[in-house]
């Protein structure tokens, strides 16, 4: 089946030691988000690609970057983790095309940070 | 204030029983409706997606959009123990536009 692959499930982190999250998906959207979902809160948009367009949200902090290299594959890499950092971390996906504009969520990475 | 308001609950219902949710928004401007359901440790799934004001009904679920009121609404008839989740309401102001999530309300269904 078509999906949206989150890779580790479970991550646990040094506080300051960098940490790469990845994402994969196999249903060719031109589309790939990264929000981050602390507990009882509402997922928070971090950045999204537009094919390989990067659009990072104005409050997203410096600490947290992205790479795309390819359809396919994204990334997301937190340089310096932070205790506040620990959450649950979403990859999505959608096309543009209007009547399929709908976000294809992950099963996620819930990132500890020690 | 927040642009999307839910509660959290936790709302605890008999199986068989109907569920119940729904959300206010402030942005007049939103368009676009959607309820995604959340498992623990899991991703969200879109339940139901929704264009305007207006009704949607897929199986047990019905959607209901009331823009006049800034109030949307989920019903789930004949809930079962498998119900038991976190709703996410989620909304656009167009097919191409920020997705604005709501904090989510817990679903218990009991046997």
């Known amino acids: 089946d078509a999906m949206v692959i989150q890779n580790p499930r479970y991550q646990v982190t040094q506080f300051g030691k960098p940490v790469t999250l990845s994402c994969s998906q196999t249903?060719?959207?031109?589309?790939m988000y990264w929000y981050q979902q602390k507990s009882s809160q509402a997922p928070k948009l971090l950045f999204h690609?537009?094919?390989?367009?990067?659009?990072n949200e104005a409050d997203t902090p410096d600490n947290f970057q992205s790479r795309r290299p390819n359809t396919s594959f994204c990334f997301l890499d937190i340089r310096s983790p932070g205790l506040g950092d620990a959450a649950m971390y979403l990859c999505a996906t959608s096309t543009t095309r209007p009547e399929e504009e709908k976000l294809f969520f992950g099963s996620g990475t819930q990132l500890s940070v020690l | 204030q927040k642009e999307v308001e839910q509660d959290p609950g936790p709302l605890s219902v008999p199986e068989g029983a109907i569920v119940s949710l729904n959300c206010t928004y402030s942005?007049?401007?939103?368009?676009?409706f959607m309820w995604y359901r959340q498992y623990s440790r899991k991703g969200p799934e879109l339940l139901m997606y929704?264009?305007?004001?207006g009704n949607k009904e897929d199986g047990r679920f019905t959607a209901q959009v009331d823009k006049s009121s800034k109030y949307i609404s989920l019903f789930i008839r004949d809930s079962q123990p498998s119900d038991s989740a976190t709703y996410l309401c989620?909304?656009?102001?167009?097919?191409?536009?920020?997705?604005?999530f709501g904090a989510g309300t817990q679903v218990v269904v009991t046997p």
């Open positions: 690609y537009y094919d390989k367009d990067f659009n």
């Open positions: 942005n007049s401007a939103f368009q676009y």
């Open positions: 249903l060719n959207h031109n589309v």
């Open positions: 929704t264009y305007s004001s």
């Open positions: 989620a909304m656009q102001t167009d097919s191409w536009g920020k997705l604005q």
